[in-house]
């Protein structure tokens, strides 16, 4: 069994945040030959669940050291396990509410609208906005949020969203995302008053339109 260049990403990256979190200092590992066979399965595990959950592994790593800072130490089989998901997905909401000019939260959506641009350009789109009303059975957007693809300032960064959205029966978009309505509802004040992200979204939507309208990349 071997690891792939991603694979040690991976493990270098819990090493830097658990060993960052404890004031201790750190190098990454490069040589993997001696490697014990239960870590290099935790690793191809936890590079499964990132693929699958669309997370980056270092923020996936800072996410129970945030919430929770009395503890000192997770390990490897630690974010193996479902608990680990659960604690990210509860630090990720923690930050969309409490400070969406956050910077992860500010990269989050910076990826989200580079990967509307690229489905603009899959589908021949000439606008940002226009993505909001792919469809195939079910609104693409929906589809992409539902998978992390991105997020709900994505969304609210569309000045018509809201009138978007009346066009999609209610019950398919709560069979997509559950309480998506509560969600973008509380989301919106908050995203109104932000410092950063509304001006950054309102500039990215600019310059991508722009794009968009002369030859489609960047």
Avoid at 98 to 123: A, H, Q, R, T, W
Wanted: proline share 4%; hydrophobic share 35%.
């Amino acid at each position: 069994m071997s690891l792939s260049y991603t694979e040690k990403y991976i493990y270098n990256a819990h090493l830097k945040t658990s060993r960052s979190y404890q004031n201790k200092p750190w190098r990454p590992r490069e040589n993997f030959e001696k490697l014990p066979v239960v870590e290099e399965e935790l690793i191809k595990k936890i590079n499964s669940i990132l693929n699958t959950k669309n997370i980056k592994p270092d923020d996936y790593f800072r996410a129970p050291y945030e919430l929770w800072q009395d503890k000192k130490y997770y390990p490897l089989d630690y974010f193996s396990k479902f608990k680990a998901i659960k604690a990210y997905n509860l630090w990720i909401e923690k930050l969309f509410i409490e400070d969406p000019d956050n910077e992860i939260v500010i990269n989050m959506v910076k990826d989200g609208f580079l990967f509307i641009f690229e489905k603009c350009k899959e589908n021949k789109l000439k606008t940002i906005e226009g993505y909001f009303t792919l469809k195939t059975y079910y609104p693409d957007f929906l589809i992409a949020l539902s998978e992390r693809n991105i997020n709900y300032y994505n969304i609210l960064a569309i000045n018509n969203y809201d009138r978007i959205l009346k066009t999609f029966p209610k019950e398919d978009v709560d069979f997509i995302v559950t309480g998506f309505y509560n969600t973008v509802d509380s989301l919106r004040a908050r995203y109104y008053r932000s410092v950063k992200l509304k001006k950054l979204n309102e500039k990215i939507i600019t310059k991508l339109n722009e794009i968009l309208k002369r030859h489609g990349s960047i």
